[in-house]
């Protein structure tokens, strides 16, 4: 293990730790060497240097005794683990439009998931033909449904998503975009038929090229929801990805319109999850990392609900 493990960490996921976990994340950091060498051993796999686009956990690809390819990922000192619901979740879908989830250390807070090949995510496979990336993540979208679990053990409520969006009062979160967006989603979520065991973070990123499938999902959440919220996600993320044309309305009124006819929805409504979704996105930021916030809410706007 290198002695400046540290410093050859990505700037962006240095910060974001020690953002969410304080001192907590000093540590975190500081012991991470230890913690992957534990999981080899433990494992029995060889963990490799990180990828380069490390965000919000620790991630790396490993090798097995058997010399299968694996993903070594390791989630942050959070008191809410995530990484447990992602294992939830994998193990849940098995394999079905998911990567497979091989081990799971709940001390640790870390688990061993299958490795996609060739692992590319649409944002690189239709760069300058991003619309043409809607078509495959509405067939991933449709391996991905099913029902609630159950057992909601480390299963995450939408609605506790938005119960704390509630805590914006008194707050300088502009207050007209949050009651906005708690209104539609008073509105649009009591709809029973619509509530599904959700990825949470269904993104283009989050879409692989894969050999035993054209397309497969990775780093879910595991959340129980309406389906509009996972479509909204998306949504959201394809308006990031390309909003510098000036065209970027029309680009989005063809992407919701496919999104409603593949999954019976309004596209109104539609907008109004999207709208809701990027006001909860900025949110949480401002919330959790209010150093690095810089107004991210008013992208809402595009939506025009």
């Not at 965000?55 to 790396?60: D, F, M, T």
């Not at 097995?64 to 008191?79: F, H, Q, R, Y």
């Not at 973070?201 to 309406?226: A, E, V």
Request: net charge negative; hydrophobic share 40%; with cysteine.
């Amino acid at each position: 293990m290198e002695t400046s493990f540290r410093e050859s960490l990505p700037s962006e996921f240095v910060i974001n730790t020690i953002a969410l976990c304080r001192e907590a994340g000093e540590r975190w950091l500081d012991r991470l060497p230890e913690l992957v060498e534990s999981l080899e051993d433990r494992w029995s796999i060889s963990a490799h240097k990180h990828f380069a686009n490390l965000s919000y956990n620790y991630v790396a690809p490993a090798t097995c005794t058997d010399g299968s390819a694996a993903v070594l990922k390791i989630g942050l000192p959070l008191n809410d683990v995530e990484i447990f619901g992602e294992a939830k979740y994998l193990r849940t879908l098995n394999g079905k439009g998911a990567t497979r989830l091989l081990v799971e250390d709940r001390m640790a807070q870390a688990i061993l998931i299958e490795r996609i090949r060739p692992g590319i995510n649409l944002t690189r496979i239709f760069e300058g033909r991003e619309p043409e990336a809607v078509e495959p993540a509405i067939e991933v979208l449709r391996q991905l449904h099913c029902p609630p679990p159950n057992d909601r053990v480390d299963t995450i409520l939408l609605d506790d998503w938005f119960d704390g969006l509630r805590r914006y009062p008194g707050t300088e979160f502009p207050s007209d975009y949050a009651a906005k967006a708690l209104e539609i989603y008073e509105k649009l979520s009591s709809q029973p038929k619509r509530t599904l065991y959700l990825h949470g973070d269904f993104h283009p990123d989050n879409i692989l090229s894969c050999d035993r499938l054209p397309f497969i999902m990775i780093d879910p959440k595991g959340i129980i929801g309406h389906i509009g919220y996972e479509i909204a996600v998306f949504l959201n993320n394809f308006h990031w990805w390309q909003d510098q044309k000036p065209y970027i309305r029309g680009i989005l009124n063809v992407a919701i319109h496919q999104f409603s006819a593949a999954f019976d929805l309004d596209p109104v409504e539609l907008r109004q999850w999207a709208y809701a979704q990027m006001v909860l996105s900025a949110w949480w930021t401002f919330d959790e990392m209010h150093e690095i916030y810089s107004n991210e809410v008013a992208m809402a706007d595009v939506w025009d609900v």
